[in-house]
């Protein structure tokens, strides 16, 4: 028994060897089977923390400008300012102060004139500095424009080379009127508008408006359109 055993291990180690010898090659791959079915959707997972902002990028190039709009509609009418307005104050040819020939040595050659003051309390430091003020005359019968109205500055021609120059100016308190001679009529009184009594009439505008302004479309130097415009009685 003892002599059996190696026998039929040896016989089987043969016999393995003899299978192992005799393996052939490997086959070829066999047909990819049929796509399973798709399993069931897992659930969502919980949202991750937000990442960093990123860097600003370049700011692009400007785009080329629009269209033009149409044009609004026109606004409407302003409304004109609250003026301060005179009667008619009669200036006495009397009322006028000499003014000594050579005291304005602009006039050549040197002439005399006159000057008289309207006081009225109207004309405020704030009329003075910001406002504007409408001065018109209107001539006696024995003047050379009889009952005609003008706004001032204004130039009376006589004859050749002989006018009166008429403007005004103002201070707290007053208007003053000025008659300068300019022309050659010879002295002693060449002041013709001074020879007769003549009417003024003034209209403040207060500066009470920033940025406002005077209505283009009227004409200011024609006493009637502007006492209209204004609702002053004539």
Request: aromatic share 12%; net charge negative.
């Amino acid at each position: 028994m003892k002599n059996i055993q190696p026998k039929i291990l040896s016989f089987l180690f043969l016999i393995f060897i003899c299978f192992s010898a005799c393996e052939g090659p490997e086959g070829p791959q066999g047909i990819k089977g049929d796509t399973g079915e798709t399993g069931a959707i897992g659930p969502q997972g919980a949202t991750g923390a937000a990442g960093q902002q990123g860097p600003q990028g370049e700011q692009g190039p400007q785009g080329e400008q629009g269209p033009q709009g149409e044009q609004g509609p026109q606004g409407e009418p302003g409304t004109p300012a609250q003026v301060i307005y005179s009667d008619w104050i009669t200036v006495k040819k009397t009322d006028w102060t000499f003014i000594p020939a050579g005291t304005y040595p602009f006039l050549t050659p040197a002439k005399p004139g006159r000057y008289v003051d309207i006081l009225s309390s109207n004309f405020t430091s704030s009329v003075v500095n910001n406002g504007i003020v409408l001065v018109y005359a209107k001539f006696c019968q024995n003047s050379w424009m009889p009952d005609e109205i003008t706004a001032l500055p204004f130039d009376m021609y006589y004859d050749a080379g002989t006018w009166d120059y008429l403007f005004h100016t103002m201070d707290t308190g007053l208007l003053r009127l000025y008659i300068l001679h300019k022309g050659t009529r010879p002295a002693p009184d060449n002041q013709i508008i001074s020879l007769c009594d003549n009417q003024f009439r003034y209209v403040i505008i207060p500066g009470v408006i920033p940025g406002g302004r005077l209505n283009p479309e009227v004409d200011y130097s024609n006493y009637e359109e502007t006492m209209k415009y204004f609702n002053i009685p004539l």
